[in-house]
């Protein structure tokens, strides 16, 4: 299940409302109005969008590289503060129930660029570049056997519990299913679809095949069918499934697109979430995706919702599949018989310390595309889910107020031991049989105690900020008469104490939360994940504007680290010829302008690397006793060296200066031109000057200039033997002549250009 690929985009624009919001978002090139959107589908409608105007442009067959494009186009950016500058974005979007803005580019190129500067300018913030997600890679489903198919939903007892129909009556349940849409044709569907609330999110229009069909619709995949029909066979119809859709004709989605149809599942009352399907955790899938989506799982745990995802088919540890590995989710396993009727695990199941559940995986029976009576048989953790899934539903409908944490405590009540006694990591809790769920909730329990139920968050997520600092975590048995204990699994990061826990260091821990066993619960014990993340650092400038004039000496400026920061203060300038200045903070004066300066905290173990505002540094011409006067004078006696033309131009060293009363025009530069290995200078003539001189420097602040004359006739100059591809700074000032002395004027605006 690898984060690699997207699919075909024909995509059509949704009618939906969208607000300005807040701030203007300023672009280097372009300023770009945020606007807001309120609802998952609202944003699905704008990605949607972007995709189509892309795919409008390409000609021919739609290639897999020219989907990944698109898809890489846009970054997320966890903020709903103004972004000063998006380096180019073509648009901006805030998305309200995700507290973040979406930033359109016109090439992934462009955005993979902007995402680098971004996280410079804006440390510690959640700034990533959208993923492509195949359904292929992420659900990676293996054909069945040539067998009989395994019910498994009889194994689990469900088929007895779905027959009690008094049971469940007046009760209901919805099943949000997140995948490749749904056959809207197939008989076990008929009365068991939420039609009013599935959608296609995903970035086609998705019926195109068939436009007298919703766009939710599977009719290319399969694989949301099959997950869907194993839901509605174990359950009966006061269970409703909420078709989602987010993968593509072709089979292709983004990572955003399906944290987008977790927090639709979640607005629209979902009690379960289903998510057949996963990414394995790489080189390149950083923890802000993770974080991403993890804050819409935290909502849907808030909403008293239950995520059950699959473990992934890597044959490898459960920790290296998202969502499966996420502390919001319970993760689900395969189990099959082998040749002697033996329960095993599936040698294509994910397992490990993360591995909550298993169910039946292999050679499993359900719907299909292309029919109302379609069928296929085949095999993966992404068919053990929806069994799981199921068994949610009937925790559901007999108490809807549980939580997941409820809901995961019945689950153990009905767990069937698996290999080693207790949660292991081939089959973690085992697999759970609700065939006398109505009568005995705790049916499978060997001494007749229910486990208690610990409602807590999965995770808490702090900074270096807080070290020092004490939180209480909201934990409360739901379920239960014990008594709640508090350990740290590393006392480096977090300590605890009656269930206040205090920031010590950076890293992640657990805080294991148990419930004493009593005369009728067992002994219970939940996580709760504590990850403390790097701080952001705060910078004291006591002086910000500064005044000076050329002739001023240097000057130091200041600026401080606030505690608990602790990165080195260094100094850095904006490209400029005004000011150079040192790392530490020495201002040396080049020439007049306006210069900003930041001070900048470096990035340190603990904490990001953050910069200030703007230091702004005015310089200005010094004054002097007569206001129109500014001028230099140089003496006459200035050694000529090596003269580079007959008539014209003579290498000017070693110059003087003295005051003088005539004043001399600043000269206007109208045009640089780039040429091999030499730039051409054209200004405006001025009427009643001896010449003009010109200087030209690789250096901003024109340290070692060469300087070269050009007679009043001419307003334009070719200067000659340049370096290739070099870029260079240019200045021109006019003089007069005047008792053989030659009175300059104030040096042009500095221009710059490249050689070619």
Request: overall charge positive.
């Amino acid at each position: 299940m690898k984060n690699r690929f997207l699919a075909l985009l024909i995509c059509a624009i949704l009618v939906f409302s969208i607000i300005p919001f807040g701030k203007n978002i300023k672009a280097s090139q372009t300023n770009n109005n945020a606007k807001q959107v309120n609802t998952p589908e609202q944003m699905a409608a704008v990605m949607r969008e972007k995709a189509n105007n892309n795919t409008a442009r390409m000609k021919g067959k739609i290639t897999q590289s020219q989907v990944n494009e698109t898809i890489k186009q846009k970054l997320i950016v966890k903020t709903r503060d103004e972004i000063e500058n998006t380096y180019g974005a073509n648009s901006v979007y805030y998305y309200t129930v995700g507290n973040y803005q979406i930033l359109f580019y016109d090439s992934a190129e462009e955005a993979k660029n902007a995402c680098e500067k971004l996280k410079k300018d804006l440390p510690g913030t959640t700034i990533f570049q959208d993923i492509p997600i195949t359904l292929k890679e992420a659900a990676k489903d293996n054909g069945s056997d040539e067998v009989a198919a395994y019910d498994g939903i009889k194994k689990m007892g469900m088929d007895q519990l779905k027959e009690e129909k008094d049971s469940w009556k007046n009760k209901s349940a919805k099943v949000a299913v997140i995948d490749s849409g749904i056959n809207v044709d197939h008989q076990w569907f008929k009365n068991r679809l939420d039609r009013e609330n599935s959608i296609n999110l995903a970035l086609d229009e998705g019926n195109e095949d068939d436009k007298t069909k919703p766009a939710y619709s599977d009719t290319k995949q399969g694989h949301g069918s099959h997950v869907a029909g194993i839901i509605t066979q174990a359950t009966p119809e006061e269970v409703q499934v909420m078709a989602i859709r987010v993968f593509s004709a072709l089979g292709t989605a983004s990572y955003a697109t399906i944290t987008n149809a977790v927090d639709y599942a979640v607005e629209h009352k979902a009690d379960i979430i289903n998510m057949s399907l996963g990414f394995e955790i790489m080189s390149g899938f950083e923890n802000d995706q993770i974080t991403l989506m993890d804050e819409a799982f935290a909502r849907a745990f808030k909403a008293n919702t239950t995520v059950c995802a699959a473990s992934g088919n890597e044959y490898t540890d459960t920790s290296k599949s998202y969502p499966a590995s996420s502390p919001w989710t319970i993760a689900v396993g395969s189990f099959e018989p082998d040749a002697k009727g033996n329960l095993i695990r599936s040698d294509f199941a994910n397992n490990g310390e993360l591995l909550d559940f298993v169910a039946p995986g292999r050679n499993i029976y359900s719907a299909w595309i292309n029919g109302e009576e379609s069928t296929n048989t085949i095999s993966g953790t992404s068919m053990a889910t929806p069994h799981m899934a199921a068994a949610a539903a009937y925790v559901k409908m007999k108490h809807p107020d549980y939580n997941q944490r409820d809901v995961y405590a019945a689950f153990k009540d009905n767990a069937v031991d698996l290999g080693e006694s207790g949660k292991d990591t081939e089959f973690g809790y085992g697999y759970v049989h609700l065939e006398k769920y109505n009568t005995n909730e705790a049916a499978e329990s060997k001494d007749g105690k229910e486990y208690q139920a610990i409602s807590a968050p999965a995770q808490i997520n702090k900074t270096m900020n807080d070290s020092g600092k004490s939180f209480t975590i909201d934990a409360k048995i739901t379920r239960g008469n014990g008594n709640l204990t508090y350990e740290t699994t590393n006392e480096k990061i977090a300590t605890v104490k009656d269930g206040k826990v205090t920031i010590v260091g950076r890293g992640k821990c657990n805080i294991v939360i148990k419930a004493s066993e009593t005369k009728e619960y067992k002994e219970t014990e939940e996580k709760v994940t504590i990850k403390i993340d790097k701080g952001y650092q705060k910078i004291k400038v006591p002086v910000t504007s500064y005044k000076k004039y050329v002739s001023d000496k240097n000057f130091k400026l200041e600026a401080y680290v606030e505690a608990p920061g602790d990165g080195k203060v260094e100094f850095i300038a904006n490209e400029n010829d005004v000011v150079k200045v040192s790392k530490d903070g020495e201002v040396t004066i080049l020439g007049p302008g306006t210069a900003r300066v930041y001070a900048v905290a470096t990035g340190t173990n603990n904490f990001n690397r953050d910069i200030s505002d703007a230091i702004v540094i005015t310089v200005e011409e010094d004054k002097k006793s007569d206001p129109d006067i500014k001028n230099n004078v140089e003496n006459t006696t200035t050694a000529m060296q090596n003269a580079t033309t007959p008539d014209t131009t003579t290498v000017i060293q070693n110059t003087s200066t003295t005051n003088t009363k005539i004043a001399v025009p600043r000269v206007v530069v109208k045009k640089l031109k780039a040429g091999k290995k030499q730039i051409r200078l054209t200004w405006k003539k001025q009427s009643k000057v001896s010449g003009y001189e010109i200087r030209y420097a690789t250096k901003a602040n024109m340290k070692k200039a060469k300087r070269i004359r050009v007679n009043a006739k001419t307003a334009n100059k070719t200067i000659k033997k340049l370096k290739s591809k070099k870029r260079y700074y240019i200045q021109i000032r006019a003089y007069k002549t005047n008792d053989h002395k030659k009175i300059y004027g104030n040096w042009s605006i500095k221009k710059t250009l490249k050689t070619k």
